[in-house]
T-cell receptor
Framework: SAVISQKPSRDICQRGTSLTIQCQVD?????MFWYRQQPGQSLTLIAT?????????ESGFVIDKFPISRPNLTFSTLTVSNLSPEDSSIYLC???????????FGNGTRLTVT | AQSVSQHNHHVILSEAASLELGCNYS??????LFWYVQYPGQHLQLLLK??????LVKGIKGFEAEFIKSKFSFNLRKPSVQWSDTAEYFC??????????FGTGTQLKVEL
């Protein structure tokens, strides 16, 4: 398994600002993903963070709103831009350590937008 | 479209009661199935997974799940729950790729 450190654990941000979330893994992993868990809802995949290339976004998510960086095999960032109250959610980093491995999750970042 | 359904949103049980949480999926072809648990204030943890082979899968903490292909189901069971099992449980599936589709979760509360 992998140990995933996600920062910050929570934040309160004002409308119109941005928040960057960091995800650090204790080992090199090929697959890193960013999920969102809105209040009372399940987890939704935002994008796959690809090392050395642009992230692959799911339907309904765009790079301008959720820019992602993946400079190496152990680190990624997700920025949530131009925040609105609808962005209040838990954002989770997850990794896959092998072809048949399950996803491992970080502790998540609880974002509240005021 | 691929989907995962969990029909029980809130379950309340007394300690020592038996647990069964329903999960149905809608996938064509190969399916890999998972149950995750999120204890209060903690991150998602894998309880068990099914890729192939024996359809009765045993996981951590006494949990098990049975893959019934004809019913498109992967229900989670535990013969005797404990207060410490209070948590939210998520069923998830993937069609062999990397995109995991989650159910809406079941909040389990175990009372002493």
């Amino acid at each position: 398994s992998a140990v995933i450190s996600q920062k910050p654990s929570r934040d309160i941000c004002q409308r119109g600002t941005s928040l960057t979330i960091q995800c650090q893994v204790d080992s090199q992993v090929t697959m890193m993903f960013w999920y969102r868990q809105q209040p009372g809802q399940s987890l939704t995949l935002i994008a796959t963070a690809n090392q050395g290339s642009e992230a692959t976004y799911e339907s309904g998510f765009v790079i301008d709103k959720f820019p992602i960086s993946r400079p190496n095999l152990t680190f990624s960032t997700l920025t949530v831009s131009n925040l609105s109250p609808e962005d209040s959610s838990i954002y989770l980093c997850s990794v896959k350590t092998g072809g048949y491995s399950p996803l491992h999750f970080g502790n998540g970042t609880r974002l509240t937008v005021t | 479209a691929q989907s995962v359904s969990q029909h029980n949103h809130h379950v309340i049980l007394s300690e020592a009661a038996s647990l069964e949480l329903g999960c149905n999926y809608s996938y064509g072809g190969t399916v890999n199935l998972f149950w995750y648990v999120q204890y209060p204030g903690q991150h998602l943890q894998l309880l068990l997974k099914y890729f192939s082979g024996d359809p009765l899968v045993k996981g951590i903490k006494g949990f098990e799940a049975e893959f019934i292909k004809s019913k498109f189901s992967f229900n989670l069971r535990k013969p005797s729950v404990q207060w410490s099992d209070t948590a939210e449980y998520f069923c998830a599936a993937t069609g062999g790729g990397n995109k995991l589709t989650f159910g809406t979760g079941t909040q389990l509360k175990v009372e002493l």
